[in-house]
């Protein structure tokens, strides 16, 4: 390996484990929807997926919940001894949703950063789909004025992408969880993490931008998103990498509270 391809590769290596990092863990939900709005905002709010993501990321916890209610009151259908199983494969089923949503925050970032970054293109061409690199460059080179097609093959390429990273988990999840209450409930806490397309329509024709105010407007993230999105998520980077700084040299844990960086950032 020669110097600037041993210099790329660890680059590479660089970016994903912050990008690991900045993803959080399960329910690092409001982290993630800083991150994933980060995405958004570099490529002028082009990037439908990532927008919808943040939602989805702080939708999950909710979803799950009503999930968990109607299980729990479930007794002219179900006995208690099957409500109570039922309940604990929710839980479960939460999880998953929360483990997909912190991979798929991962990959939003990784892919971005892949193709953003100079240098990098021989590696962004050899580990994304070729049709989710020209949809990212496109977004990029159109400086906030990407048109309804370049919006549309930037969903689609990252849909596409998602569905291979996790599609038959997601499935096999639903599959364990063997939900046999209102079919509703189910697919609004699906939808948290496969992004429907009439979702992407629906927000692309009201536009974008309305769906970054109710991000700003969410009481989830911190006061400073709704004032400075980028001045939020630059704090939260800092932190995540002083964070990552303690840990290795052993001054801190890794149980830490479940979005505590975001409370600290903002």
Request: charged share 30%.
């Amino acid at each position: 390996m020669n110097i600037i391809a041993s210099h790329q590769s660890g680059l590479v290596e660089q970016l994903d484990a912050e990008a690991l990092a900045l993803a959080g863990r399960g329910r690092d939900s409001a982290q993630r929807a800083l991150v994933y709005h980060h995405v958004a905002d570099m490529l002028g709010r082009a990037h439908g997926f990532a927008l919808l993501a943040a939602h989805g990321a702080l939708g999950i916890d909710a979803a799950v919940a009503r999930l968990e209610r109607a299980a729990r009151r479930a007794w002219w259908r179900l006995k208690r001894a099957e409500r109570a199983a039922l309940a604990e494969r929710v839980a479960i089923f939460g999880d998953t949703l929360r483990a997909l949503d912190a991979e798929r925050c991962r990959g939003v970032l990784m892919a971005y950063r892949l193709a953003a970054t100079p240098g990098l293109g021989g590696e962004a061409a050899g580990r994304l789909d070729p049709d989710l690199l020209a949809a990212l460059r496109g977004a990029q080179s159109a400086r906030g004025q990407a048109d309804a097609r370049a919006r549309r093959a930037l969903f689609d390429a990252h849909q596409r992408w998602a569905e291979e990273l996790f599609g038959e988990r997601l499935e096999q999840a639903m599959a364990d969880l063997a939900w046999p209450l209102a079919p509703r409930l189910l697919r609004e806490a699906v939808a948290a993490v496969r992004i429907p397309a009439r979702a992407f329509d629906r927000a692309d024709r009201s536009g974008l931008a309305r769906i970054e105010r109710r991000l700003r407007a969410s009481k989830a993230l911190p006061p400073l998103f709704a004032a400075n999105p980028a001045q939020a998520f630059f704090q939260l980077q800092r932190h995540v990498a002083e964070r990552r700084r303690r840990a290795a040299d052993g001054d801190v844990g890794d149980h830490l509270p479940a979005d505590e960086a975001v409370r600290v950032a903002g």
